[in-house]
C-alpha cells in the first residue's frame, strides 16, 4: 500500500489532530522535523507534525542538493565530524539510494603541487570515511582533463582531483521520510501554522494552529512539544517566553542556474573563489546550477529570501576563469533560489550538544527547541532528540527505524526514465500508470505526476507542484512558465478549483518567477 502523507478530506485531518492525545506534536516539516517525525512513530509513539506552509519550504528544499562526506571539516581538523558525516551519508544511501546518487566531484589544479596538496587530503579524508577502494578518488593529467572536460581552461589547470561526491533531491527526501512517518502511524498537515501554545501549569502541553483553507483553529495537545521550525525557531520559541539570548545564528545561500549550453560540463566542478571559498557548478540534464554564497543574515527571515545583484556578481565572477566560455553574465541567470541556513547560538543555558551543529533546547516550559543541523544527519539528529524524548518522560521505548528503506527506495530504475528514477524511484512506475503522457511539448513532466503530487504528496497549490513536487521550475526553467497552465488545469480538475482560482494560482506562481531574477 502506498503511503499518503494526508488524508484526502482536511476536515477529517483537522477532526484527528483536536481530538488525539500525541506523545509529541513537531512544528516544523523540513528534513529536521520530518526525521523525528519518522523517528518517533517507528519508535511506538503517536506522533502529529504541523507545518505552516507546504513540507520543506524552507531551507530544506534551498540547499546545494549535495549529500556531503564531511570533507570541509578535514580542513578544520574535525575527524570525529569526518567519521560521522560518512557513516551518515552511507545511512542515507542505505535508505534511498535514488536520492543519494554517486557522481565525481572535479577539483581542477593549477599546478602539480597543489594537486598533491588536494590527493593527501582525499587520502585522509577516505581513510576515516571508510571510502571504499572503487571510490577512491582519481587523478587526471591535462590529457585526461581535456579530454572529460573540454570547457576547462587547460593553460590555467594542467590537472585535476576527482572524488566522490553524492547529488540529492533535498525535498524529495524531505517527502520520503514524512511518507515513511505517516506508515508508521504519524499524522501530518500542512497550512497549519501556529498561533499560540497550550499549557498545563507552567508546561507547554500542546499548540494553537490556525488552518487558513477553513478558517478553523484546532488544539493539538501532546505531552512534548517539538520546536524545528528552522530558521523561525526563534519565533516560536518566543511564544514560550522571552530567551535569554537569539537561539540561531542565520546566513544566506544562493543558487543560480544557467543554461548548460553556456557551461557545457560533464561532471560536478569544484571551484575555489577570490576570498578562499569552495564553490561549485553542476550539471542536471540541461542546466547548470552554481553555488552557494555564504552571507550574514540579519534581515526578515522571509520564506523567499532575495537573491541580489552582488550574489550573483560574486558566484559568477569567481566561475568564469575556470572555463574556455564567454564570460556567464547576469542576463544569462535562467532561475535562483536563496535559502537561509540556521547554527545554533553556543553558551545558551539548558542547551543539550546533539548530531553536528544542532542543538537542542528546553525552555522553561519544557518546549524542545532544535537549532542548527545538516540535511545529510537528518537521522542522527531525529535518534538523539527523541532518545532525550523519552529520557525526559521516563519511557523505555523501541529500537529506532535505523537505515530502513524510505518509501520508493531503489537502487535499480524500474523505468527508463532517469528523470523520473532520481525524482520517484520505486514508485516511479505508479506515477507513470497515472498518466504517461506529457504535459508540454519538450519538457518531460508527465500528467501523472500531478496526480500522484496531489493524491499521494498533499500538494495543494500549483507552487508546491512546480517546485516542490516536479522540481521543474528550477530545473526545467526554460519550459515552467508553460508547464504553469497545465499544470494548474490538471489541479483545477483534482482539485475543484474554480476558474478564478486557478488564474489566481498562475499569476502567483509567474511572480515568483520573476522575483527569482529581479537582480537583473
Known sequence: ??????????????????????????IGGGIAGAGIAREAAARGLRVALCEADDFGIGTSSRSSKLIHGGLRYLAQGRFDFVRRTARERNAVHAMAP??????????????????????????????LGGVSRGDAHLSWDRAQLGQREPSIRLDAYGRAIAFREFLTDDVRLVLAVLRAAAASGAVLATRTPVRNLLRQGSVVSGVVVHCPLTGREVEVRASTVVNAAGPWVDRLALLEAEPPAAQVVVSKGVHLVVDRSRLPIEHPILCVAPDRRWIFAVPRRDVVYIGTTETDHDGDRAVWPTVDRSDVDYLLTALNGYFTTSPLKPDDVQAAWAGLRTLPVRGVRKSIRMSREAELRIGP????????????????????AVDLVGRLAGRELRPGPGVRPLPGAASEPVVSDERLHQLYGADASDVVSLGAARLVEGAPVLTGEVDWAVDVEAATTLEDVIYRRTLAAWFLPRHRSDLA???ADRMAV?????????????EAVQLRFAAEVAFA
Open 1 to 26: 500500500m502506498t503511503p499518503k502523507l494526508t488524508p484526502a478530506s482536511r476536515a477529517e485531518l483537522l477532526d484527528e489532530l483536536e481530538t488525539t492525545r500525541f506523545d509529541i506534536v513537531v
Open 98 to 127: 535514488h536520492l543519494a546518487r554517486p557522481c565525481w566531484m572535479v577539483a581542477p589544479a593549477r599546478h602539480w603541487l597543489q594537486a598533491q596538496g588536494f590527493r593527501c587530503a582525499l587520502a585522509v579524508y577516505e581513510r
Open 365 to 384: 516550559g519544557k518546549l524542545l527547541s532544535i537549532s542548527g543541523g545538516k540535511l545529510t544527519g537528518f537521522a542522527g539528529l531525529a535518534a538523539d
Open 485 to 487: 497552465e497545465v499544470i
Open 494 to 506: 483534482l482539485l475543484g478549483w474554480s476558474p478564478h482560482a486557478r488564474q489566481a494560482q498562475v
